[in-house]
Every structure is written in structure tokens, then in C-alpha cells.
């Protein structure tokens, strides 16, 4: 018997089928199409993510050869933030998706901003306000779309982040789907109290949104319900936000463990244990998982918003290289980056400075930089985010780390992975298995339904594939470091 996980990202939709060792038996993936209906808007088609997700649930299931009756129980994970509204009789969205890097409510930040300062829900959600999360995303679309209002009045309008989407098809949809998410999702909202880990009914008033059209919140590995459909009879039993499933997927279970992400944007996340911990360095505060009726564990964020995607950019928009994996190629036929650093601050700039009215930079141009010096300062660009990231976070937890743990699809970038090494000055660790956020949604179903027994019988699973050790001199590093800052504050106060 196996178990199955939907990985519901930004680019694509994955389903992959696990064994008992963690191992890949089966893996099918669709990429659906990215929406840019205006400068700084990001869309996504609910229906189209819909039916890709069936699609690879099938495909995956065909190609192992097996029925959704070898599959013990199915977790959930998926891009957080993103923000479905659709209508619960006809099951027909009101709008497209607005993703997590979306920069159209940034004059609602302004004004929510005025009152208070940014920081002004902080302590109960650990959030600043910021375009990235759902709350102003919700509001906007119910001040925006026809009808949308007045139906959410009326109770025929649900709410759902991508999980408590696909969930509620998944059930059934029109036909009794469930509506709910999980703590870790529902801690990316801005409206549920991380202390209570309910809605809060003041920020609900404060935001002007109804409760009726919000899920129920559960924990992240639980037997929620039993699938109807594409998965008929297979428990669903475990939901986590991506970046919380890649930490689970990583067994970093213990406070003080931290895993660093690197898809189309870039998550850190630290494991605080139980523990509330705010940051004062522009980190977040975040749900880190719940396992069943255990307590829960908290962590500090690092959140990059454009890490990928600047080599999706250099594919789609420039034409640069054909396909991702050719950027290291051509970022290999410089030495350096000449001179040249590029601020992907294509939705303002996130952690740690939360500058909504940042865009993006190329600094330092001289008639001596060529693409190649282009494309390195583009990957370098990641790198130089996560060392701001991981500077404050040490600062926050007051902590050293001693190597750095990673994933995700840019990692198998090896001149990328030698350079964050060298400028974190820690080695860098990639584990034998990169697929640690469909791992660790299928970690939190398996114990749901006692697949696996413990924490430990996961650890078991984890393995070292590379390590990256630094080489760089540390005054090579510092110059580089003070260059990259320079052109971050070049990127500031773009958009008025
Ligand atoms: N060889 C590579 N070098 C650098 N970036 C890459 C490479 N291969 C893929 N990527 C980037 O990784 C991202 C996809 O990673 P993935 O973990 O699948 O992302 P997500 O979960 O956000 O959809 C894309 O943005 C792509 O441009
Ligand atoms: O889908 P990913 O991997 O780009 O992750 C997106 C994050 O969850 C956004 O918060």
C-alpha cells in the first residue's frame, strides 16, 4: 500500500505516489497557465487547476499501475495565500484565483497602513500588512466583482485558499464537498489568531468580511473525510501549506531544525517548537504544523517572492534561455556577474523589508556586461535574498545555524547551490529527496491513518545526498554583499 500527495504549486500540479521508505513510485505533473492581466496582477484558473489536479491523479495512477485502492490516505499541500471565492450551488468561481504574489491591493496596504503602521495585526497574526496574504485579497475581490458581496450576504459564497478548494471537490463539491483548511494555511489569511487558532471576529470587522464564507479550521493530519470521484474511498488526512510541508518533508521536527525552499519564490522556515515567537528582523510568524490533537509548533518565515520565477522571467518574458535548466549553462560562460545585480522586486520587495513600492532593478550596467553576466546576477539574486533572510532570522531566534538544509526544483542548480554556500559561509545540504513538500503532506496523511507510526520512523527516511561547502575569501564575500544592498535600495520607492 501506498500514499498519494497533490502538490498544488504556483507552476504546476504534482501528484506523487510514496512507499513506506519515502521513495517516488509515481509522479505526474501539469503546468497551468500564469495570468497577467495588468502590471503587478497575477491570476490563476481555478477550474483549469481543478482539472490538471485530476489529471495527474489519474495519469500518476495509471503509470504505477494502480487503483485509488492501493492508496492508504491522500494529503493535501499547495501555493499558499492564493485566494479562491466561489459559489457553493453551481461550484462556479466568481473570479479568477489571485496569487500570493499579486500586488493589486497595495493601496489597501497604504490606507490600513495609515492608521496604525504596518505592523498593526502583528501580534495576532504575526503578519505585517502586506499584498501577499488573503485578507486584502478577499476584500478586494468582494468590493470588485459583481454580485460577489451581496451573495457572500446571502451564504452562497465560499472562501477557500487552494487546499479548501481542491478539498471541497475532492468531497464532492455541490454534492456535500467539505469546507475546511488547515492551521497552517489559515495562519497565512491574516485572519485567524495564532494564539486561539480561530477566526478573529475583530479582524473580520476590520477587513469587512463575512464569516459565513470561511472554512472550518482543523489540524494539519487528521482523517478529514473520504474521497468522492477521481480518489473514490481514499482517506484524505493531511494538509499543510507548501513551505510548512517542505519543512515536515525535511523532519525538521525539533526547534532550532530549518529548511530553505527554492521554487518559484524562496521560504525559510525555522521550527520554534511551541513557542510564539515574534520577529523584530521583518521575519513572519507562522504555524509551522499540528499533528492531529498534539499542540501546536510555530516557526519564523523568511518569504522571497520572486526566486524561480526571475528564471521563468529570463525563459518567457526575455527569451533569454529555452528552458530553466539552461541557465546555468549560460550563467557558466562568465567567470562573474561583471558588475551586475539584478532585484527581482517584480512584487514589491518581502522579507525583511516589506517594501510594497519596491520594483525590480538591474544595477551596475556597463557596455561590459553580456547575457551571461545577466543570468548569473539572476541566480545570484536568490542567493544573496536567502542570506538576508537567514541574517535575521539568526538575529530573531538568536541562533547559529550550522548548515542549511534545501529543496525544491532550483536546487538542482549546482552553480547556485556553490554560491549560497559561499555566501552564507555554512555548508549547504540537499537531502535525496528534493520532492520534500509532496513528501510532507504525504508524512502528515500517513500518520493520520498510523502508516507511520512516529516522528522517528520519519527521520529514518531522510537522507544526504550533496553537501556545498563555502569557498569564497570573506572580503570577496562582504564587497559582493555591499554591492547587492546598494542595488536594493536602488529598487525602493518605485511605485508611489
Ligand atoms: N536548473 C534550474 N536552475 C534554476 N532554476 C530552475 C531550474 N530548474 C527549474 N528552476 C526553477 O524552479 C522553479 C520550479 O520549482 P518548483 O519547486 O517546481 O516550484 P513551485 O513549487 O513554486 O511550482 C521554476 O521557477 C523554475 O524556473
Ligand atoms: O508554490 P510555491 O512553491 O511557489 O510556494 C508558494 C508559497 O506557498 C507562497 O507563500
Redesign the pocket.
Known sequence: MYIGSID????STRFIIFDKQGQIISLAQKEHAQLYPQPGWVEHNPDEIWCNTKEVIQKALKQANLTPKDLVAVGIT?????TVMWNRYTGKPYYNALV??DTRTSALVTELSAEAGPDRFREQTGLPLAT?FSSLKIKWLLKNVATLEKDALKGEVLFGTMDTYLLWHLTGGMKGGLHLTDVTNAS?TQLMDLRTLQWDEGLLETFGIPRSILPKIRSSSEVYATAKGVLEGVPLAGIL???QAALVGQTCFRPGEAKN?Y???C?MLLNTGDSLTQSTHGLVTTVAYQLGNQPVQYALEG?VAIA??LVQWLRDNLGLIEKSSDIETLARTVEDNGGCYFVPAFSGLYAPYWRSDARGVVAGLTRFVTKGHLGRAALEATAFQTLEILEAMEKDAGVRLSELRVD??MTVNELLMQFQSDLLNVPVVRPTMIET?ALGAAYAAGLAVGYWKDLDDLRQNWGIEKTWKPQMPRAKRNAMYRSWRKAVRRSFGWEE
Open positions: 498544488q504549486g504556483t507552476t499547495n501555493q499558499r495565500e492564493t500570493w504574489q501577499y497565512r501549506g507548501d513551505q525552499t521554487g518559484t519564490g521560504f518569504s524561480g520565477a525544491g526544483g513538500t
